[in-house]
């Protein structure tokens, strides 16, 4: 399975970005997709996931009410919408898939065995 983000850019301060995410190969295989993050000098952070076969989804506290993770039909692309855009949300967003049935914690990112190679967001002051 391969996974291309794409989206990102420079926004201001409470504007609006949307990522997408293509996934390719043996996407039936996958069962939960979501989104990572790293800021400079911090470590990669949980953002939200999505269970493609019910549609749950699952957020980190910082970014619900303003972000909502959403898929296709077909489970091949991935969204992320982001809203009310802050400096703190500014960082390489991952796009991340499972093969796993189930996951013991959604939210680590050892959970997801494949990854994308990120897309920058900056959002200024």
């Known amino acids: 399975v391969q996974l291309q983000a794409s989206g990102g850019g420079l926004v201001q301060d409470g504007e609006t970005l949307a990522l997408s995410c293509a996934a390719s190969g043996r996407t039936s295989s996958l069962h939960f997709m979501g989104w990572f993050r790293q800021a400079p000098g911090r470590e990669r952070e949980f953002v939200g996931s999505?269970?493609?076969?019910?549609?749950?989804?699952d957020y980190r506290d910082s970014v619900k009410g303003r972000f909502t993770i959403s898929r296709d039909n077909a489970g091949k692309t991935l969204y992320l919408r982001m809203s009310n855009l802050k400096p703190e949300d500014t960082a390489v967003y991952y796009c991340v898939a499972s093969s796993r049935v189930r996951l013991i914690n959604g939210r680590s990112i050892s959970s997801y065995n494949y990854w994308g190679q990120g897309t920058l967001v900056t959002v200024s002051s």
């Open positions: 999505i269970t493609k076969s019910s549609g749950q989804t």
